[in-house]
């Protein structure tokens, strides 16, 4: 297989792209890409006690990648620390109003993007590429965070 043939670099730039985009999409919330994802998944799991190791294993990133996009949240006053009453130990991250407020618009946005990305596409053939894609996702050894981030807007 030619260079010009590989997947993993078309993958890289639609990655890239998208990132811009929603990035973009999310200035006026003062939000990044990453920032909103993770904020998307904590709304959706608020009534479950979510710590940030639980946030790194569902998204298969570092301890300090993690730490540092809660910490910003954090300063921009999305979420806040709580102790969490099973465990002292552990802390337990809560959303905030603001990040209730506005989580219809950053899925919105969100979805925007995910429409433009499939444009074009029957929902047979987007189906096929998203078992293709969770093929691939296996293949590199990341299956368990695959089939828990089937709802992600990655």
């Known amino acids: 297989m ?3 043939q590989a997947i ?3 993958i890289k730039r639609i990655s890239n792209a998208m990132d811009r985009k929603r990035t973009r999409d999310l200035e006026d919330l003062e939000l990044t890409s990453s920032q909103g994802i993770v904020l998307g998944y904590l709304v959706r799991n608020r ?3 979510i710590s940030p190791g639980d946030i790194g294993k569902h998204f298969g990133l570092s301890h300090p990648t993690v730490t540092g996009i809660l910490q910003r949240l954090e300063t921009k006053a999305y979420i806040r620390y709580a102790e969490d009453p099973a465990d002292r130990r552990r802390k337990r991250i809560e959303v905030t109003e603001r990040a209730l407020d506005c989580h ?4 919105e946005r969100f979805l925007e993007t995910e429409n433009r990305l499939t444009a074009g596409m029957s929902e047979e053939a987007r189906a096929g590429l998203l078992a293709l894609l969770d093929q691939m996702i296996a293949n590199m050894g990341a299956g368990d965070a695959a ?3 089937k709802e992600e807007p990655k």
């Open 104 to 107: 219809c618009r950053i899925q």
């Open 8 to 10: 993993g670099p078309r």
């Open 147 to 149: 089939s828990k981030n």
């Open 47 to 49: 009534d479950s006690s």
């Open 2 to 4: 030619s260079f010009e």
